[in-house]
């Protein structure tokens, strides 16, 4: 952080001199930058091959990005399973195929250090170090608090879900356009993960659940990772997100929204705590990860930041996690409903087959008393349905993982790692592959809704043949609950909706987003 806060003296010192800082800054940055490189190409051996590249600040940055299916099958196919690539800044290895296992099961590549070089969160929303919430730390809290409670949660998450997609689409007496699909799916997952994050009350919360809905496109908009330039300076793009993190009104005005709904309701749960073993208490403990983080995971002592702040950090990195990945995953897989209207009455009558006629058609049954937890299991081609959705999406190079020990790590082919390296994971290649992939439809470039079926590969299997989850160590350990609430979102909208694309439907193959787009026309079912 000293450098950090050298480079705010330099910016902020006599404004008549700001341009000489600034090209100071920019000098010394670039030629610790080239040092670095030389440093690099120096220690990496030539025991990989390389994709050529000409300018060493960009690399193939501006060819990957241009088209990056392209460039993945290109140098995939000339260079084999590993390879290097100079792409973000600095030269990165690749792997695929059975690789990638001796990348994500090994505890000396950390995904959290690779990460955070070029889109840490932490730094985005302005947490301190001091604060010392970890990804360990947020596993533990995921699997604690969601994963070993999730079928006592799914009747409330199921119900706010319904209630959600209400709010989103109104009443619907006459047909309704909407500009998209994610947005009404991000409200109703903002509001059903708030009902397991703070609570039954809070999720009524509208200001609350608006922050929770936007708290990510806003720090989205106000860092972008597109800027091929700062890639190459790792120091100055910490620096900075540590500002944006630090002085963005947009982000400050997130933060002030859930902390001025957590407050009231944090103090009284404190209170609630000191009290709980007295006598004439009135108190009843809440069931959500709000309150388990208070219990098990309270402000780190000789911590400057305030408890309220603390737990509304808490709050931002789980909506990270689990609201944008989740709408933008339930996105996906409706656009290839549309885009493939056939499945509909497939899914339709897989649904009259698990439930029956009498439950799905009455409109007095609650949706939280028809979509349990172990009734949406028994959806078998919704589930194959959503694994290919996921399979076919547009990942490339993914998962960054840093070689966090002091020593070489060595590949089974020979292929040298040496401290704080970075790998990605050849996502495309892997989802792709025909030896990995092990299904008697084949043909990989097209999406099939029912591959899955009676393979015994769930859309929650993670493996060397579907990555979306990561793998290993670093499998998400909420993807449960999370397929779950994807799941139910449809079988929400195909039980009481109809839809169909009133124009074109879009499914981007670049890097800049993975959410599909297309107007849809929604109607309700008499």
Known sequence: MNFYKWLVFLLNYQRQRRSECILITVV??????????????????????????????????LEYRRNPRAFVEKYSALMGPVFRCHIFGSLHTIVSGSYVREILFNKNFSFEDGTSKRFDV????????????????????????????????????????????REAVGDLAEPKEL?????????????????????????????????????????????????????????LNKFRMWYIGKFSSLIQSRKSQIIEALKPVIDKRMEGIATKDSSDTTWTRPNDILQYIIEDHPLPPNNKTDKYTYFAHWMIVLVFVSVFTTSEHATIVLYRI???????????????????????????????????????????????????????????FQLPHTNISKQNITLSNGVIIPPNHDVLVNFWANHHDEELQRDTIGNYDKFEPFRYVGMGRPSTKVGDDYLVFGEGKHACPGRWFALQEIKTIVSLLIRDYTLKPSGPIEFPTDVKTGVPSGKVIIQRKM
Request: hydrophobic share 40%; charged share 25%; glycine share 4%.
């Open 28 to 61: 010394l940055a670039s030629s610790y930058s080239l040092y670095r490189q030389w440093i690099e190409r120096k220690t990496l051996k030539r025991d990989c091959p390389t994709v050529p590249y000409i300018n060493p600040f960009v690399g193939s940055t």
């Open 338 to 396: 549309l885009q493939h209207p056939e499945t509909i009455d497939e899914l339709i009558k897989e649904q009259k087959e698990i439930y029956g006629d009498d439950i799905i058609l009455n409109k007095n049954n609650k949706s939280e008393d028809v979509f349990t937890a172990d009734s949406v299991k028994k959806l078998t081609k919704l589930d194959s349905l959503c694994r290919e959705a996921l399979r076919s999406k547009n990942e490339y």
């Open 179 to 235: 500009p998209n699909l994610f947005s009404m799916v991000q409200h109703m997952i903002a509001k059903a993960s708030a009902s397991i994050f703070v609570g039954l009350e809070l999720c009524e919360n509208e200001n609350l659940v608006e922050a929770f809905r936007e708290v990510t496109t806003d720090v989205g908009l106000s860092f972008r990772m597109d800027n091929v330039w700062l890639d190459r300076f790792i120091t």
């Open 122 to 165: 932490a730094l985005l929303i302005g947490m301190t170090k001091t604060e010392g919430i970890t990804l360990a730390d947020l596993r533990t809290v995921i699997v604690k608090s969601v994963t070993v409670h999730m079928k006592e949660y799914t009747p409330r998450v199921v119900h706010y879900l319904d209630v959600g997609l």
